[in-house]
């Protein structure tokens, strides 16, 4: 994910600054040091540390500890927001294979509306845009064009690219990258796991985002193309049945006629020749909690059967071995081979990890010619104890055979030194190896190895010697400057961070390197140029804005009162917070970091409110514009952090991503949740943490996961438990001014069901009339208790009574409700945005043109137009003016 705001807070050139916030960088200046700095000076080392708590079962997840920052480290956060991105979607129970396809299918036969979506964020996002250069923001970085996270690249040597988003679908380059085309958009899962074409040259479509562990979005299978040059993905495409429906796939590897994958659900493999027919199970370590089993309703059941990659002799294909394991470390985690017709753990390989405390997360590549195996190995034991990274190694075998022998040839000590950005203890080269890491050799050369992890780093001899021509950003660097008419000082541009996969292809007849990773696709030629320090010279961002797999969680829209029309902004999974101003062809970054909740003020888009991970609030009244005074001159950052108390208790006190809102009736009241239920009345004035008041205590292990405000009556939906094992949830209610709270009752219990509360909308002209809309899936595909069924509630006496309006609605996870000025309603879901017109009962879908995509959250904005924050295919906008029985019409 990428540099951060707080999140990645690691490099402060010569000041070495801990995470105080705004107040510790002024008082830091204001002391004398006035020496130039990178962005935010809490950057500082911060994402290294991680903590490990049981969930049973030997499932096991990074949390954030609580701490004084309202931060975590990146490591965290992101194991932690994957966590609780897949709660919603799963708690109380599993989900069972087939329910996100059931829901496309009905998808499919429902009525549109008339109108159709806008694009707006189809353009170039400039993360070193130097018109945002505040305290807050990571502008100068290095990262240039981004999007959001590419999982899958495949290329072949026509200068053909193929591109996968994490959430996005499969987009085709003609023109060695750019210039780019969606071809995946009919698929019913566009969350890729990988891409890879075969001796035949079709293109293999993994669905289900390959992040190990419980990922945010599964998928329903793996598709063939068989002329990817021109044609698109259908679903009758799909190889085989539905086995694989409902997993993530981590691999797919080719031995002859056989395609092997690793899956969140075991290793399979089908035949390439026939695609009809049903995927074989090879194995499972764990069978009963498979799909059948007599543990599938288990809830550590996702985590136990868990497979990472495949490596197969190609010399004898006989000879497969594979890589077994939760990151988080079980008894099964191991390497695999077949001995005397069943799968066993194998041992006395050589260097490569094989016992279940070191297996964890493993990537293989092969060399062209046989004559090279290499692996990157992250390891459960070291990521619970060695706070400085997860890496346990890279290996080769020297001639090839997944059965070794297999040496080390780096650790993350080696990799640090070999000019990774990553220097501070706590944050160093493999510190997310759980969750970046690729490798590819050169095709021409099997001693040329390009290896991914938080950084990009390449060796050209084997191993011997390692250099970064990708470093994680280049704030740490002498060349560093924060000179606006640079991009990133005299250094050369890098990379995105946080690496998820490579290719390599041909264009005009020169090989290029492809990287993705959470800030989109990156090219450079395959033998490339590097300064002295072992930096690329050469990296070209293929994100010209015509591939937009950005994942907002969040939009905002105000009045442009400079330029006419409006503003738009929101937060970013590791894309900070984009603003797109009304004359801009090119977006930019304000915030740096995860972006998370947003709020902008309807009558001016330069107020706004930016969150960034578990409640840590920040605002601007200027768009964020600044040139990078504030460095030397502190008193000229018009970034201010305003962070309820909850921040400081980090996952304890928050959600990763916790909801913000103002009152619907007043701009300048705003509520936050947390544990607590924080209201402030200042609006964008406000300047510290210290202004919000404390409303009410959700209760010990309570979290907010949806606030909602109107003329001061205040709704609040909590969950707590919130993962399988204990889940519970509910709703309060009471005054912004801390009174009238109570929580609802037995009526909640009996009419809503036991899944997560995901959005409020309260009625402007009635406080007590409000509709809320609930996360997960109905008891038909939820195993465990009190699924219940419905996606969307409506209460006309504040809640103290509840109707299921869900009607013909596909069940899908529901995200997100608006009620129009019209009366209709909007519903934003996993798949779709959905329409009840005034007065009726059904459901429709809203438009055409807007891609399947979860769509996290829908505003109004004061161009009359809805705006759809999707989670990977960016910002799109529909005027509700076209809506039959609309109030403009």
């Not at 300064?531 to 994100?543: C, E, M, P, V, Y």
């Not at 509910?730 to 009996?750: F, M, R, S, Y």
Request: hydrophobic share 35%; net charge neutral; proline share 6%.
């Amino acid at each position: 994910m990428m540099p951060p705001r707080h999140r990645r807070r690691f490099m402060t050139c010569a000041v070495v600054a801990t995470a105080f916030g705004l107040a510790g960088a002024q008082a830091s200046a204001a002391s004398g040091d006035t020496r130039p700095r990178p962005w935010n000076a809490r950057h500082q080392a911060d994402i290294g540390r991680q903590h490990v708590r049981s969930l049973g079962s030997g499932k096991s997840a990074l949390v954030a500890p609580g701490r004084d920052d309202g931060g975590s480290d990146e490591a965290e956060n992101s194991a932690e927001g994957t966590a609780q991105y897949t709660e919603a979607r799963t708690a109380p129970g599993v989900v069972a294979p087939g329910a996100y396809g059931a829901a496309w299918s009905q998808l499919q036969s429902m009525r549109h509306t008339g109108g159709g979506w806008d694009h707006v964020t189809k353009k170039p996002y400039n993360s070193d845009d130097p018109r945002y250069r505040d305290i807050n923001s990571n502008s100068s970085g290095g990262s240039g064009n981004v999007t959001g996270r590419i999982t899958g690249i495949a290329a072949d040597d026509q200068g053909y690219v193929y591109a996968g988003g994490a959430n996005g679908g499969v987009f085709r380059s003609r023109t060695g990258g750019g210039h780019w085309e969606p071809i995946a958009d009919k698929l019913p899962s566009l969350s890729t796991g990988t891409l890879a074409l075969d001796g035949s040259r079709r293109l293999w479509y993994a669905t289900g985002e390959s992040n190990t562990g419980a990922t945010s979005y599964v998928g329903t299978g793996v598709y063939v193309l068989a002329d990817p040059r021109h044609g698109r993905f259908q679903p009758g495409g799909r190889v085989g049945g539905a086995e694989l429906e409902s997993t993530v796939v981590h691999a797919l590897r080719f031995a002859g006629t056989t395609v092997w994958a690793a899956t969140s659900r075991g290793v399979w493999t089908h035949s390439t020749t026939t695609l009809s027919g049903p995927w074989k199970l090879e194995f499972a370590p764990n069978p009963d909690y498979l799909p059948g089993g007599s543990k599938q309703a288990d809830p550590s059941a996702p985590y136990k059967n868990i497979a990472n990659d495949i490596a197969v002799d190609p010399k004898a294909p006989d000879r497969v071995l594979l890589a077994v394991g939760w990151r988080g470390g079980d008894t099964y985690n191991g390497m695999y081979s077949k001995q005397g017709g069943s799968w066993k753990r194998v041992t006395g390989i050589g260097d490569l990890p094989s016992t279940s405390e070191d297996v964890g997360n493993v990537t293989f590549a092969a060399a062209a010619d046989g004559s090279r195996l290499y692996a990157v190995a992250q390891s459960p034991a070291q990521m619970a104890s060695n706070p400085d990274s997860g890496l346990k190694g890279v290996y080769v075998s020297k001639g090839g055979s997944p059965l070794g022998p297999w040496t080390q040839i780096a650790d993350y000590t080696k990799l640090r030194n070999s000019g990774s950005a990553l220097q501070s203890a706590g944050y160093m080269p493999g510190i997310q190896s759980w969750y970046n890491q690729f490798l590819q050799v050169d095709p021409g050369n099997a001693d040329h190895v390009y290896l991914g992890l938080e950084e990009v780093f390449e060796t050209k001899n084997g191993g011997a010697s390692w250099i970064t021509p990708g470093p994680y950003w280049n704030f740490p660097f002498p060349c560093w400057s924060v000179d606006p008419a640079k991009q990133t000082g005299d250094c050369s541009p890098t990379t995105h961070s946080d690496q998820h996969a490579v290719a390599v292809g041909t264009y005009k007849g020169k090989p290029w390197v492809y990287v993705g990773n959470d800030g989109g696709i990156y090219r450079r030629p395959l033998s490339g140029a590097v300064d002295s320090g072992g930096h690329a010279k050469d990296w070209q961002s293929l994100n010209d804005g015509t591939i937009d797999v950005l994942q907002f969680y969040s939009v905002g829209v105000g009045k442009d009162r400079n330029h006419g029309g409006v503003s738009v902004t929101g937060g970013l999974q590791d894309n900070g917070q984009s603003i797109l101003r009304g004359h801009d062809k090119v977006m930019g970054s304000n915030f740096g970091g995860d972006g998370g909740d947003t709020l902008a003020a309807p009558g001016n888009g330069c107020d706004i409110a930016a969150e960034y991970v578990y409640l840590d609030m920040w605002v601007t009244q200027d768009c964020g514009e600044n040139n990078g005074a504030w460095a030397t001159d502190p008193a000229k950052a018009t970034e201010y952090e305003v962070a309820p108390p909850d921040k400081d208790l980090g996952g304890a006190g928050a959600r990763f991503i916790a909801p913000i809102t103002s009152d619907a009736k007043d701009i300048n009241t705003w509520v936050a949740g947390g544990r607590h239920v924080w209201v402030q009345n200042k609006g964008f004035a406000i300047r510290s943490g210290a202004e919000w008041k404390n409303a009410y205590d959700l209760g010990a292990g309570h979290v907010a996961t949806a606030v909602a405000a109107s003329g001061g009556t205040v709704y609040a939906g909590w969950c707590g438990p919130c993962d399988s094992q204990g889940f519970s949830r509910g709703i309060a209610v009471g005054k912004a001014d801390g009174t009238g709270w109570h929580q609802l009752g037995l009526p909640v219990e009996g009419a809503l069901p036991n899944r997560y509360i995901s959005g409020f909308e309260v009625d402007p002209a009635d406080a007590q009339h409000v509709y809320v809309a609930v996360n997960g899936f109905s008891r038909k595909w939820t195993e465990g208790p009190g699924a219940g069924s419905g996606h969307v509630f409506e209460s006309r006496d504040g809640g103290g009574n509840w109707t299921d309006i869900s009607a013909n609605l596909p069940d899908v996870p529901a995200d997100t409700v608006k009620l129009l000025p019209n009366g209709a309603l909007a519903l934003g879901t996993d798949l779709a945005t959905f329409y009840r017109p005034p007065g009726a009962s059904e459901w429709q879908v809203l438009g055409t043109g807007l891609p399947t995509t979860a769509v996290l959250q829908l505003k109004l904005g004061p161009d009359n137009r809805l705006y759809a924050a999707t989670h990977g295919r960016g910002i799109w906008s529909f005027g509700i003016r076209r809506l039959k029985g609309s109030t403009n019409d």
